[in-house]
């Protein structure tokens, strides 16, 4: 299945905000002026900025800049690119900056996946990502002449990363920033790890091709291993256990994945690289975006807005939450994904309603700033809602109990029966697939999909609500405390929260498993105890849906979500070192009695 002759080209969705801005220049960055630096860091280390500058000089205008391991091309003094976060921004006026971070591209140094951020800095040496931005504005306010001393940042993914990391320590002319899709902690649930779960074909793909070694400084990275393999199922099952990887294809030859392989908890090396628990004392202005379907970094936008909101009470931040997919705001109209239409152009609306006004009013004291606290999507109604804060205060938790024969209601269990569960056998050689078709990549789709492909599986247990007599809105976090058991020593668990339609199309609303052996520490893994009824609680990232009057609430439980998550031995083992021969079946069981209640935390909103 291997093959460099017959490429299968994938596009792995980190790169999205890269291959956008890699099209076509629009016509208006004909009216720029292109200049490359090399510019010197504390350390002595260059990194390759661009710099686009309108050639009308009859006015100052403020800096925009974003910095990313895609690439700043077209290198070259005369290519040009498109402009800014959309079209508007060339016509409105700005300074565009494009930078390459270190040891990407065609900048000096060494790549580090996502910098630690250094605390106690002892002298020139000691440089992350804050001395980079900090470093690099400092030399563009002083070199680039026309400039009004404001300074804004922005970037979708990785680069949003870079622009959350920029508000640590940052440079006084730093005004504005906007961190979209960013990854805030790739253990705690952006794109490596959920729940302790490894997200397989996103991982895989990914770094097969952006972790290839390079020599220095070029404008054309090394050429990545490329798969013909059209079906991920098939592929990563006939793979074997995540040792293989190495064995088959990698041959050790990446070190981001081999970083990822002895650091399978949640151990110094995935802490320090925790973005939330450093953005104190913030001034900066800053618009957190992120997408209620983003298969990628949606607990990244919603970790960094929060802990922005509670450690800087009195700065200015807002948290913008549409219904799309990784990076769908940036370009086209953002009106449905997949097979659920949203009724409207969502992303159009965002671009010209609120991403310009921000930049516009920070960086060029421009027009009115009507920004609400949070402005959300209310998938399911499919309506922009605004709040004073997120989540709203104007909800009450309710509980969902799985009930016997398949219910699910608002009124807990009156079975006294503490024996009283439901059981399926996990079988890892079978596992549930996550999709309905046949992909080498992640699918984003995959959050909205309809669940009837599986909902009859022997290995799936469903619950649902009656018919609905009133709309059920729910937004914020959803708690999942599950009291379940296995004939294993460890085993996954997945929850997903499905609306049912009354045309019987089940929609995907949120999804997320729950690795057993975490159940008291991510850092410290301790094995189930076979048969024992065991408490598995935690949070699903936040939605924000109507379920609507004559549809039903569903939820599904089962252990496999194939090829999305790795396999699970259902053996308490280090699972990155496991072998063929650790992977067994498991019966699971799922408790819903008077005493062993399982259940669903949601936030509803009361009208």
């Keep these: 299945m291997f093959s460099k002759t017959r490429p299968f080209i994938f596009i792995s969705l980190l790169w999205v905000s890269a291959i956008v801005i890699a099209q076509s220049p629009r016509e208006d960055a004909s009216d720029y002026s292109k200049s490359e630096h090399q510019i010197a860091m504390r350390d002595g280390i260059k990194l390759y900025t661009a710099v686009y500058s309108p050639q009308d000089t009859s006015q100052k205008y403020p800096i925009l800049m974003i910095r990313s391991p895609y690439g700043s091309g077209p290198y070259g003094s005369a290519s040009l690119r498109p402009l800014g976060p959309n079209s508007a921004f060339a016509k409105e006026g700005y300074i565009f900056v494009y930078q390459d971070v270190r040891g990407r591209f065609m900048s000096e140094g060494d790549f580090k996946w996502m910098t630690p951020y250094i605390q106690n800095k002892k002298g020139p040496a000691d440089v992350d990502e804050s001395t980079d931005t900090y470093d690099t504005i400092e030399w563009l306010l002083k070199n680039i002449p026309n ?131 450093h953005l ?33 009470p009195d700065s ?33 609306f965002y671009r010209e309603s609120m991403e310009l006004p921000f930049f516009n009013y920070y960086l060029k004291d421009k027009g009115q700033l009507h920004q609400p606290e949070a402005y959300v999507f209310e998938t399911g109604s499919n309506q922009w809602k605004t709040y004073d804060q997120w989540p709203p205060a104007s909800e009450r938790t309710e509980s969902l109990y799985l009930e016997p024969n398949g219910k699910l209601a608002f009124t807990p269990p009156v079975n006294t029966n503490s024996d009283a569960f439901d059981e399926y056998v996990s079988d890892p050689a079978n596992p549930v697939p996550y999709f309905e078709g046949a992909a080498m990549e992640m699918v984003p789709t995959y959050m909205v999909d309809d669940q009837r492909f599986v909902s009859t599986r022997p290995d799936v247990l469903v619950y649902q609500t009656d018919v609905l007599s009133d709309d059920v809105t729910v937004a914020g976090p959803v708690g999942v405390n599950l009291v379940v058991s296995t004939s294993g020593t460890d085993s996954d668990f997945v929850l997903k929260l499905i609306d049912v339609r009354p045309d019987g199309y089940q929609m995907l609303v949120r999804g997320e498993p729950f690795r057993a052996k975490y159940r008291n520490s991510f850092s410290k893994p301790e094995p189930m105890t076979p048969g024992s009824p065991t408490k598995l609680d935690y949070e699903m990232p936040d939605v924000n849906h109507a379920f609507l009057k004559g549809h039903r609430i569903m939820v599904q439980v089962q252990s496999t979500w194939f090829p999305l998550m790795d396999r699970n031995p259902q053996k308490f083992v280090n699972i990155y070192k496991a072998a063929d021969a650790d992977f067994q079946k498991a019966t699971e069981r799922v408790y819903h009695s008077a005493s062993l209640t399982s259940q669903l935390k949601i936030r509803r909103i009361i009208e």
């Design 147 to 277: 400039n009004n001393g404001r300074v804004g940042i922005y970037g979708i993914s990785y680069p949003g990363f870079y622009t959350a990391a920029a508000l640590v320590d940052p440079h006084p002319a730093l005004k504005a920033a906007s961190p979209q899709a960013p990854l805030a902690d790739n253990y705690l649930g952006d794109d490596v790890h959920h729940n302790g779960a490894y997200w397989l074909p996103h991982t895989f793909n990914f770094i097969s091709f952006f972790d290839q070694p390079r020599s220095g400084p070029t404008t054309r990275y090394p050429a990545g291993i490329f798969f013909d393999e059209r079906d991920g199922y098939k592929f990563f099952l006939e793979m074997g256990p995540l040792a293989n990887a190495n064995n088959k294809y990698f041959h050790d030859q990446f070190k981001d994945w081999n970083d990822w392989m002895d650091h399978g908890d949640y151990d110094g090396y995935w802490q320090a690289q925790n973005v939330p628990q």
């Design 280 to 312: 104190k004392k913030i001034a900066t202005a800053v618009m957190t975006v992120g997408g209620w379907f983003d298969a990628e970094d949606l607990q990244g936008a919603l970790r960094i807005y929060k802990a922005l909101e509670k450690q800087n």
């Design 316 to 348: 200015f931040n807002v948290l913008v939450m549409g219904p799309w997919s990784h990076g769908g705001w940036a370009g086209g109209s953002g009106s449905r994904l997949g097979k659920v239409a949203f009724g409207s152009n969502t992303a159009a």
